[in-house]
């Protein structure tokens, strides 16, 4: 393992400190630096929460900012952050008009987010939960509330967020996070492991020549491994499992994210991107928004991810609005 | 006196964190088969803040008291079990509301809500090899006492019973949530470490109204 580490205990609330020192918009209450909120919350509107384990920046904390998130609570790396972190993230967060939780579908995750929200109602704080479920690969059609939530709850975020920042009630900004939920599909590739600090060696083997479609962001089983392909034809394999889930006949709005998983490299972003677009429009789909970089990583594990989010005349205004956060900057155009 | 009124209920907390601090090894070596060894740290942290809660409130009803004790429990041990044991004391809480003592019937619908809202947070299902495999029975076998009329002693014990022998069962079952999940079919021939806890609870809540 070759790693900037200090003592791996300490490797989480190290990264935090960093963060705090960094970005002055962001800060934590409760005398615990997991309990991540932004300095100036903004009063009346709807809350955002998020939360889950460590180790995928700028997944989830990252997007904590303007026209975003207002906090998150911040587990170990792979770990759910405790009910009581996520409670005391909700109470600071909460500006009256309730909070939505947002975050993946994983049961650690759900257990505590779903605490929390009982503990926050016994001090009168109104909350709704939304959970992202977008890797195709985790589980079939039809069962989609089984599925994992990966990258693709970014678009969770920004419409979720861009609506809440018009001041839309908890109601209304919950059912466009779930539309865009709906409405979103990921499917991922990793190449190589990826190394919890705290074990210190990979997290499972993969060969040299080898890669695994499918494989979730913590190394959960994907659907196939095989013989390393050529770019375009891992794309097209890929996208294939989108588009057995997804019409995008003639004209359909999209917004499409190329996601890098933590080592690999920017330039083979693109390259997967160049493919992705060929094979939507080829499909029928016009795309509108496009984000490429890392989004959701698994600490050092290679590979990418690809998530198209099928717009409507609703969510098309709240992907393009601006957002302003540690992580991530968009300009409204 | 066969029932638990507000004013032992603070003593049965007592024993639950006895219980569970002389189990603590147990429950570790349990959990570090197939899970990540936390499970006898969490409870007995959880139960040791719970009944410091609890008698630290002065005259508090019988709900109040459980109710806390599952908000302390949620505070001090925040990993799955802790929070699943949190859950199982606030929502047994809910369902004796306004009970000034518990008796068979009043217990029934304890372990119910205990069981329902532990089965809900963890989204399983009896056969998951879960703490709710253990639960089941003993909430079933509780309905079944309140039906025939049973004493609180004699109902407990035979809940206990049927506690004991579903978690020998577990032996059989293959796990399909948490950690364990990962293991699979390794998790045959293993006694589900959860389900061992809520045997803890049930035994020691026997023992105790036997005393009483």
């Known amino acids: ?333 | 006196m066969d029932n638990i009124t507000k004013t032992n209920l603070p003593i049965l907390f007592e024993r639950f964190s006895e219980v569970f601090a002389e189990q603590k090894d147990a429950l570790i070596a349990l959990d570090s088969k197939v899970g990540d060894s936390d499970l006898g740290l969490t409870m007995a942290k959880g139960f040791a803040a719970a009944t410091a809660a609890v008698s630290a409130l002065e005259d508090a009803s019988v709900e109040t008291q459980l109710k806390t004790a599952g908000v302390a429990i949620a505070r001090a041990a925040p990993s799955t079990m802790g929070t699943l044991m949190a859950t199982g004391f606030m929502r047994g809480s809910a369902a004796v509301k306004d009970c000034e003592m518990l008796g068979t019937v009043q217990l029934a619908d304890f372990w119910v809500a205990f069981r329902d809202g532990v089965a809900q947070r963890g989204r399983v299902q009896v056969g998951d090899k879960t703490v709710v495999d253990v639960l089941h029975p003993i909430a079933e076998t509780m309905i079944k006492q309140a039906e025939s009329g049973a004493a609180l002693t004699e109902a407990l014990h035979i809940a206990y019973a049927s506690a004991s022998e579903a978690l020998e069962a577990t032996k059989d079952l293959v796990a399909q949530h948490g950690k364990a999940a990962a293991f699979q079919e390794k998790t045959r021939g293993i006694q589900d470490a959860g389900s061992t806890v809520a045997v803890i609870l049930i035994k020691a809540m026997a023992d105790f109204v036997s005393e009483l």
């Open chain 1, 1 to 333: 393992m070759k790693k900037f580490l200090n003592n791996p205990e300490n490797f989480v609330d190290e990264m935090l400190e960093g963060i705090y020192l960094a970005h002055p918009e962001v800060t934590n209450v409760a005398n615990d630096l997991r309990c991540f909120v932004r300095t100036e919350p903004v009063k009346g509107k709807v809350g955002l929460v998020t939360g889950g384990g460590s180790g995928h920046l700028p997944l989830f904390l990252g997007y904590v900012g303007d026209n975003m998130l207002d906090g998150a609570g911040v587990g170990g790396v792979f770990q759910s952050p405790s009910s009581e972190q996520i409670l005391e993230v909700t109470k600071y967060v909460d500006q009256g008009a309730g909070v939505l939780y947002l975050y993946g579908n994983y049961s650690g995750d759900l257990i505590n987010f779903d605490m929390a929200g009982e503990l926050a109602d016994f001090d009168g704080i109104k909350t709704a939960t939304v959970v992202g479920c977008d890797d195709v690969a985790s589980s079939v059609v039809g069962e989609e509330h089984k599925r994992r939530g990966v990258a693709g709850i970014f678009f969770l975020y920004k419409a979720a967020g861009a609506a809440a920042a018009q001041m839309k009630s908890l109601d209304e900004v919950a059912r466009i996070a779930e539309k865009a939920s709906v409405r979103t599909r990921t499917i991922g590739v990793a190449l190589s492991p990826c190394i919890v600090p705290e074990i210190g060696k990979p997290s499972f083997n993969i060969g040299e020549d080898e890669m695994e479609i499918g494989m979730g962001i913590h190394g959960e089983n994907g659907i196939t491994r095989k013989k390393m392909a050529a770019a375009d034809d891992v794309v097209d394999e890929m996208m294939a499992l989108i588009l057995a889930e997804q019409s995008y006949e003639t004209e359909s709005d999209v917004a499409v994210l190329i996601n890098g998983l933590g080592a690999t490299p920017l330039e083979e972003l693109y390259v997967i991107y160049r493919r992705t677009a060929q094979v939507l429009k080829q499909a029928g789909a016009n795309i509108r928004h496009v984000f490429i970089g890392e989004f959701a990583t698994s600490m050092e594990m290679a590979g990418a991810s690809i998530s198209v989010l099928k717009l409507d005349d609703e969510l098309e205004p709240l992907i393009a609005a601006g957002a302003n956060t540690p992580f991530f900057k968009h300009i409204k155009f």
